[in-house]
């Protein structure tokens, strides 16, 4: 027994014994939460049961709360969020027991592991997944998931622009890759200055940007379309080695569902005529 209770106080992993009712009292916790988050934690914890609570991220409270009302489903995993002494938020994940007395849950003992090191390769991979490597702005993915969205489960008045970068061929033949990447960047930075909570702007292909527009109205889309030539007009203005010419087509609808691809199909239409419209006039 006491070899036992000398791996459990030498565990990396925090143990804990915690009594319910008839009041929150600890009846052990191990070490290690001292290691990990915060030094004396086991004995301010011992005079105050609360200060699990005190610690939580606000987000992740309503969790401690159904854990210690025996209100969560205790065969899976609790990943939340915990505070240090330095005021960073640490993820943990717990397994959780717990014991019953005449049907109800009077204490719950379980171990919980420090996951920062996962959590963190996971939000990279997702990170990875779902952003342009050269500009890290949203790539087609994102922006096609978010189209699913609106075409199938959320109805809102929205606003598609299309952006095509014109000339990136000829800056590549003419100058190399590493210009025709320092254009696609210098333009993927003027859209994402654009980016608002109702506004997002993705690289949906080699010269291609789409940026979807929620809960506006026509005019707001056409205002937008404006605001972005406005920018560039500025950018080339400042002289240099190189000029951005954009095409861009717009499209509105006051109801997503079931719209998004004809939408789409109209904004990317209007680009091209646009673009069309630009080699008519350099052409005279």
Request: proline share 3%.
């Amino acid at each position: 027994m006491r070899e036992v209770f000398k791996l459990v106080e030498n565990s990396k992993d925090i143990v804990y014994y915690y009594e319910t009712k008839p009041t929150f009292k600890y009846r052990y916790l191990s070490p290690a939460i001292e290691k990990i988050l915060s030094p004396n934690l086991v004995e301010e914890s011992m005079k105050n049961p609360y200060t699990a609570f005190e610690l939580i991220h606000p987000d992740d409270y309503h969790v401690l709360r159904k854990k210690v009302a025996g209100e969560l489903d205790y065969s899976k995993p609790i990943v939340v969020r915990w505070r240090n002494d330095e005021g960073r938020y640490m993820w943990f994940e717990e397994y959780t027991t717990p014991i019953y007395e005449n049907g109800e849950v009077v204490a719950i003992h379980g171990i919980i592991r420090n996951i920062d090191d996962k959590v963190s390769l996971q939000q990279q991979l997702e990170y990875k997944a779902l952003h342009d490597r050269l500009t890290g702005m949203y790539n087609r993915e994102y922006f096609e998931s978010l189209m699913d969205k609106y075409d199938k489960h959320e109805n809102v008045p929205i606003g598609i622009v299309v952006c095509d970068l014109d000339g990136l061929k000829l800056v590549n033949d003419k100058y190399g890759h590493k210009d025709g990447d320092k254009l696609i960047r210098e333009t993927s930075n003027i859209l994402q200055n654009f980016t608002r909570k109702n506004i997002t702007v993705a690289r949906i292909g080699g010269d291609e940007f789409a940026i979807l527009l929620v809960n506006v109205d026509p005019s707001d889309t056409e205002l937008f379309m404006t605001k972005i030539q406005n920018e560039v007009d500025l950018f080339n203005a400042k002289g240099t080695s190189f000029e951005i010419k954009l095409s861009i087509g717009i499209a509105y609808s006051c109801s997503s569902l079931g719209e998004m691809e004809a939408l789409f199909v109209k904004a990317d239409t209007a680009m091209y005529e646009d673009k069309h419209k630009k080699r008519l006039v350099g052409a005279k």
